[in-house]
């Protein structure tokens, strides 16, 4: 089955950094787009940033474009994501996802990862 652990979040000072990790199994991971979401409390799920298949092509929300970096290593199996210049707003649960399937893609989550951004 699709298993999607994500790991790295912590609770860091404005201004700092954190690498997340999230590690895939149970499919194809280097044919499949990956991303990455967050959620605030009281918030919606957002996309915070994806990348296809072959890493040629990221995209991110506006409030995180550039400060952070989405990347791939398909021979690990895992997506990253680079968070820099880390705000008070960015404080959230960050989740990886990838939609599998050929016709009616379902969509998997990890469990979340805590980032917290806090002085």
């Known amino acids: 089955q699709v298993l999607l652990v994500e790991s790295g979040g912590g609770l860091v000072e404005p201004g700092g950094s954190l690498r997340l990790s999230c590690t895939a199994s149970?499919?194809?991971?280097?044919?499949?787009?990956m991303t990455w979401y967050r959620q605030a409390p009281g918030k919606e799920r957002e996309l915070v940033a994806g990348?296809?298949?072959?890493?040629?092509?990221?995209n991110y929300a506006d409030s995180v474009k550039g400060r952070f970096a989405i990347s791939r290593d398909n021979a690990k199996n895992t997506v990253y994501l680079q968070m820099n210049s880390l705000k008070p707003e960015d404080t959230a649960v960050y989740y990886c996802?990838?939609?599998?399937?050929?016709?009616?893609?379902?969509?998997?989550w990890g469990q979340g990862t805590q980032v917290t951004v806090s002085s």
């Open positions: 996802n990838v939609k599998v399937g050929p016709l009616v893609p379902i969509d998997y």
């Open positions: 149970g499919f194809t991971f280097s044919v499949y787009r």
């Open positions: 990348i296809s298949s072959n890493s040629k092509s990221t």
